[in-house]
């Protein structure tokens, strides 16, 4: 697996200037800094959390809570690192009202979805919690509706088009308020913050600087993805994130 500052990054399966508030299922993998066995262990093929894995996994089902739009599908913890299936519901604009039918609904446009693993975002799209500082709109109904994505031109959903500088600029300030990349910086953060206070390490960085994502696109993706969370414990001694293979 590549490094990157000597650290360990998993190469990005991301299309890089897709609408990260688009209603979609993403597969979110998440790792802690250098791959530290931090959450816990796996016995028997059973994950045991440490009890930094117990607050992640108590942040991980308030998920639901930071955004109206949001569902949690299949997610596990494992002893470095975290899967998760995010559902991002659509929005209805004429009666203000978000709209999260079953995750097995959403679609995304055609791909290859296969989870290998090998997956290491590019270091532009970092949740480091800097883009998480008004907490509490996460919390409260906005006065007025959202205004529907404006996207700058037919590159947004087209993994093709080469957009220019400025497009590029424009897209990034853009994906700071996203739904997904916002919503992952505060999960970093609140954990983070509360692993620090039991660690005794005031502003550490558990997590690695990035998280790999992968939109899914077809109801057999879904299944097969759904199915490789629930057999992580099972198959740690063969995982990628597995250093030590043991």
Not at 117 to 135: A, E, S
Request: glycine share 4%; proline share 9%; net charge negative.
């Amino acid at each position: 697996m590549a490094k990157f500052k000597n650290k360990y990054r998993i190469e990005s399966n991301r299309w890089r200037y897709w609408d990260y508030s688009a209603p979609a299922n993403y597969f979110i993998t998440i790792c802690i800094n250098n791959r530290e066995c931090i959450l816990g262990n796996v016995v028997n093929g059973k994950m045991e959390l440490s009890e930094y894995g117990k607050i992640v996994e108590t942040e991980i089902l308030k998920i639901p809570e930071y955004h109206l739009r949001i569902l949690l599908d299949e997610w596990v913890i494992m002893p470095n690192h975290i899967h998760l299936i995010i559902h991002v519901g659509d929005y209805d604009f004429d009666n203000h009202v978000a709209v999260n039918g079953n995750a097995d609904d959403a679609r995304a446009p055609d791909g290859n979805d296969t989870p290998d693993g090998n997956d290491t975002p590019d270091g532009n799209d970092t949740p480091d919690g800097n883009d998480v500082d008004k907490i509490h709109e996460f919390y409260l109904p906005p006065p007025s509706p959202p205004s529907p994505p404006s996207p700058p031109s037919q590159w947004w959903h087209n993994p093709e088009y080469k957009p220019t500088t400025d497009e590029i600029k424009q897209y990034r300030k853009m994906r700071r308020n996203m739904i997904i990349p916002k919503i992952l910086g505060k999960f970093q953060m609140l954990t983070s913050r509360q692993i620090n206070i039991m660690r005794n390490t005031p502003g550490k960085k558990n997590w690695q600087h990035d998280y790999h994502d992968h939109v899914i696109r077809h109801e057999e993706s879904l299944r097969r993805i759904r199915n490789y969370i629930v057999e992580n414990p099972s198959n740690w001694k063969v995982d990628i994130f597995n250093d030590s293979k043991s």
